[in-house]
C-alpha cells in the first residue's frame, strides 16, 4: 500500500473496518480535530466515538481541551465557548412580524382596491348625472306666496323648497308696490356665482309676478334673489330682496 492510500482512505473501505487501529494509523482524530476530515469520514468517527467513549477518556481529551484553553486565556486569547447567536432574520419575532406585515399589507391592497371600485362607480353615476342633468320630472305642483324685502340684506324675505322632491313651483312674489309694471329677476347662488336671470316680466292683475319653477332645476344651497324695476327710460332700480333656500 503507497502513501497516498495511507493518508487519504477510501471512504466504503474505511466504514468496513472503521476501528481503533484505523483511527490511530490514519492520523483521524488529529484530522478530525484540525477540521480537515471530509463530511463522511468526521460523522463515522464521530458515531464510532460515540459507541466506544473509553476511546476518548484514555486519550484524556477532556483534560487536554481544558489545558488547551487555560493557555489560551493565559495568553490573552481567550475563547468565546458560549452558543452563536441566531441572525435576526432567524428569529420567530422576525417572523411574526414579517407575516403581520405581510397580512396588513394585503388588508389595505384589498381596502385601496374596493375604495378606488366604489369611487369608480361614483364617478361613472357623477358623469351620467352631467350628461343627462340634474332634473328630475315633478311629482306635485304646489304655490307660494312672498313678500320681498325692500331693503337689501334684511334676510327676513325667504322661501324654501326641496331639491330632492321634484315639484313645479308656482312662486308669486308680491310687487303691488312698486311703481314700475315690468320687472328684472336675477338669481345669484351664495360665494359661486349667477345661477338665472328673467328679465321683463310683468306683474298681474294682483301685482304679482308669477314664477313657476322646477324644484329640482337648482343644485342645493342658498340663492340671493334681486327684482329690479325697470322703467319706460333709464336705469333700472333694485325694489325688492328674498333669499332662495334649496335643500
Known amino acids: 500500500?503507497?502513501?497516498?492510500?495511507?493518508?487519504?482512505?477510501?471512504?466504503?473501505?474505511?466504514?468496513?473496518?472503521?476501528?481503533?487501529?484505523?483511527?490511530e494509523d490514519n492520523g483521524l482524530l488529529e484530522r478530525y480535530l484540525c477540521n480537515q476530515l471530509p463530511f463522511k469520514g468526521a460523522r463515522e468517527l464521530e458515531r464510532w466515538c460515540l459507541e466506544h467513549p473509553g476511546f476518548l477518556e484514555e486519550l484524556k481529551l477532556a483534560e487536554r481541551t481544558q489545558a488547551s484553553l487555560k493557555l489560551l486565556e493565559a495568553s490573552g486569547n481567550p475563547q468565546d465557548l458560549t452558543e452563536?447567536?441566531?441572525?435576526?432574520?432567524?428569529?420567530?419575532?422576525?417572523?411574526?412580524?414579517?407575516?403581520?406585515?405581510?397580512?396588513?399589507?394585503?388588508?389595505?391592497?384589498?381596502?385601496?382596491?374596493?375604495?378606488?371600485?366604489?369611487?369608480?362607480?361614483?364617478?361613472?353615476?357623477v358623469r351620467a348625472q352631467l350628461s343627462n342633468g340634474t332634473m328630475a320630472p315633478p311629482s306635485s305642483e304646489f304655490g307660494q306666496r312672498v313678500a320681498p324685502d325692500r331693503v337689501s340684506e334684511a334676510d327676513r324675505a325667504q322661501v324654501e323648497v326641496n331639491h330632492q322632491s321634484p315639484a313645479i313651483v308656482d312662486l308669486r312674489v308680491n310687487m303691488a308696490y312698486a311703481h314700475e309694471d315690468r320687472f328684472r329677476v336675477t338669481v345669484d347662488k351664495?360665494?359661486?356665482?349667477?345661477?338665472?336671470?328673467?328679465?321683463?316680466?310683468?306683474?298681474?292683475s294682483n301685482g304679482d309676478l308669477r314664477i313657476a319653477f322646477n324644484s329640482s332645476a337648482l343644485a342645493g344651497g342658498e340663492y340671493d334673489v334681486r327684482i329690479e324695476g325697470l322703467p319706460f327710460a333709464g336705469t333700472p332700480l333694485a325694489v325688492g330682496w328674498f333669499k332662495l333656500t334649496v335643500r
Open 84 to 125: 452563536p447567536g441566531v441572525p435576526w432574520w432567524k428569529t420567530p419575532y422576525f417572523m411574526i412580524g414579517l407575516g403581520a406585515v405581510t397580512l396588513f399589507s394585503v388588508l389595505g391592497f384589498w381596502a385601496v382596491f374596493a375604495k378606488n371600485v366604489v369611487l369608480r362607480d361614483h364617478l361613472a353615476d
Open 190 to 204: 351664495r360665494d359661486q356665482g349667477r345661477a338665472l336671470m328673467i328679465d321683463n316680466i310683468a306683474r298681474d
Open 1 to 23: 500500500m503507497n502513501e497516498s492510500s495511507t493518508s487519504r482512505p477510501n471512504p466504503d473501505a474505511a466504514s468496513l473496518r472503521f476501528d481503533r487501529k484505523f483511527i
